[in-house]
């Protein structure tokens, strides 16, 4: 009886974890996000995204501002958002090729009004993901495509998986492992840092955004999205981990964003997943 009660809780748990992580279809949304730090707490609060870019017509490398307004169902503004991870709402822009990110965070100026600058490297296609969390709700995304240019330019190549799982950035060297790579699974991915040059380990990671890193996900065409933080926010190297779901097998890329010596990096990954 103790070793059924033990395969059963086992059973419950990676349930559990896999309901945390999964994905869910938003309606009205083409964006699919999770948060491994959220669970099904706070109550379904419906809400809808109007945006307005400063240009009609967007063009690179010149400052476009972004206004994003949050409404409920019923068309009224969103008073009250969370803090979550220190910041308010987080917003992922993406190109369609997948070969830009930045992750920025837009200013509420009250009623449901956030807005935030930013600058688009080239011409093309790219999406806006805003991540929020209306008071006392559940995380939510809602997402906007864009035309930066007049000319539409043909459809990207499809990204291809990386060889190898080691990048370098401001002198660390990151490698990305998982226990396993299986598509409607719970997944824990680790990163460890060493110093490329000496090879020693980095224990000395600074907290970003209250964490020490964030991860975002996103499939290779563009529609699966998601945003994981670590499973000890308060660990500082030389390893960092996270659990994570990966919804559909296919082609994902991966940026994790991590804080050395008071400057933020970004390291991408691109992984093929059964």
């Known amino acids: 009886m103790k070793k059924l009660g033990k395969i059963a809780a086992v ?28 669970g099904a707490a706070g109550q379904a609060i419906e809400t809808k995204a109007s945006w307005k870019l400063s240009a009609a017509q967007p063009q690179a490398n010149q400052p476009t501002n972004i206004a994003i307004q949050i409404n409920d169902a019923k068309g009224a503004p969103i008073e009250k958002f969370d803090v979550s991870h220190e910041k308010q709402m987080h917003l992922i822009v993406v190109s369609k090729d997948l070969s830009y990110f930045d992750h920025i965070h837009p200013e509420y100026k009250q009623k449901g009004l956030f807005e935030v600058g930013t600058t688009f490297p080239k011409n093309g296609e790219y999406k806006l993901i805003a991540d929020f969390v209306p008071s006392g709700g559940q995380p939510r995304t809602e997402t906007n495509w864009i035309q930066v240019g007049a000319e539409k330019p043909a459809a990207p190549a499809p990204i291809k998986p990386d060889s190898g799982m080691t990048q370098t950035a401001q002198g660390i060297e990151v490698t990305l492992s998982f226990d396993k790579l299986q598509a409607g699974q719970p997944v824990q991915m680790n990163f460890s840092f060493k110093d490329a040059k000496t090879k020693e380990p980095i224990k000395n990671l600074q907290p970003y955004l209250g964490a020490v890193g964030h991860v975002v996900i996103i499939s290779g065409d563009v529609e699966q999205y998601i945003h994981n933080h670590p499973i000890d926010e308060k660990a500082t190297g030389p390893d960092a981990r996270f659990s994570t779901s990966f919804p559909k097998s296919g082609v994902y890329k991966i940026w994790g964003q991590f804080q050395h010596n008071g400057k933020v990096f970004t390291v991408p990954y691109v992984v093929q997943v059964p």
């Open 11 to 38: 059973t419950l748990l990676s349930a559990a974890l896999l309901a945390a992580c999964t994905p869910k279809k938003e309606e009205g949304h083409d964006a699919h996000g999770a948060h491994a730090d959220h």
